[in-house]
């Protein structure tokens, strides 16, 4: 199945996001800088984590929690899993070293 939505981004022309969905396969593309640029993109974030964007302009809502569930019970989902969880585990471990850091000036200068 092919899946297609239409979102107002910043530019002029809305972005096209196109999900297309087999047995086998999870694709998605957005024409967007970043899509462009072949990074993962908020746009295509929204979708596969089942949010309906507030910019959407075209494209059958009901969809998405259709794409979403396709997209987590898929191969790319479990390494977007993964990546979540260590996106999760970095932001903790920057917390910890902003902690230290303030520890060890409150040493040095007591």
């Not at 199945?1 to 022309?13: L, N």
Request: proline share 3%.
């Amino acid at each position: 199945m092919i899946y297609t939505f239409s979102i107002q981004g910043s530019s002029e022309e809305p972005y096209t996001l196109q999900f297309s969905i087999t047995e086998k396969s999870f694709k998605a593309e957005c024409n967007c800088p970043a899509g462009l640029m072949g990074t993962l993109c908020k746009h295509i974030i929204w979708i596969i984590e089942g949010q309906i964007p507030s910019n959407l302009i075209d494209g059958d809502i009901s969809k998405i929690v259709e794409i979403s569930k396709a997209f987590h019970s898929s191969e790319v989902g479990d390494v977007y899993n993964h990546y979540k969880e260590l996106e999760k585990e970095i932001e903790k471990l920057k917390k910890e070293l902003k902690n230290r850091k303030k520890q060890v000036a409150r040493l040095l200068y007591e």
